[in-house]
């Protein structure tokens, strides 16, 4: 593992490294204030990579801002064959992995402390699914939940606590196909539609980063 580290303005500290995988090293970084106490974790992951999507793009940065701002340490990583990360894209299947290998780390970085999974669009439909499976994950938040383009059943009846967050003119998610889902969840869950927003949240980055932060302000 390689290990870089910076400190940023607001006495965040960033360590960029690799995490061992599956196929080879995942580029990941994550940030953190040291001063903090840690309660739990925050992990996000990045949207579809045969689309541009990366741990980089605005709209995880936002999410992982958000998370940082309620206090947890937040891990961001690169899916298999993005930026430095090793491998090839695998449909979904592998990506669950990566996903799983990002959650052994950094529970063994800060041991005996939950995780809140936070996925954006192809991130939210592999993140949530391992997510919802692994006790070690504390809750959920889907931004941009690809309901309509992606099978999601795999959280119908999860009781942990979800947070959706969706553009009113998001293509990939519109309310015929995410409310039914949102409605099978069986625990505490919220549905915070942005008005106006599309699947990219142009021009409404703060009001996501907002709703993010408050849902782990809540449930931390």
Sequence with gaps: MRLNLTRRGDHTKAERFSIPGAVGPLEALLEF?????????????????LFGGTMHNKVVYCAAKAAIMAGLPTLRFNFRGVGTSEGEHAGGDGERDDVRTAIDWITMRFPSRPVVMIGYSFGAAVGLAVGAADPRVLALAGIGVPAGIWDMAYLRNVSKPVLFVQGTRDVFGQRDSLEPLFNSLAGSKQLRWIDGADHSFNGHLDELQEAVRAFLAEIV
């Design 33 to 49: 204030d040291p001063a903090r106490e840690v309660r739990a974790m925050a992990l996000v992951c990045h949207p579809h990579p």
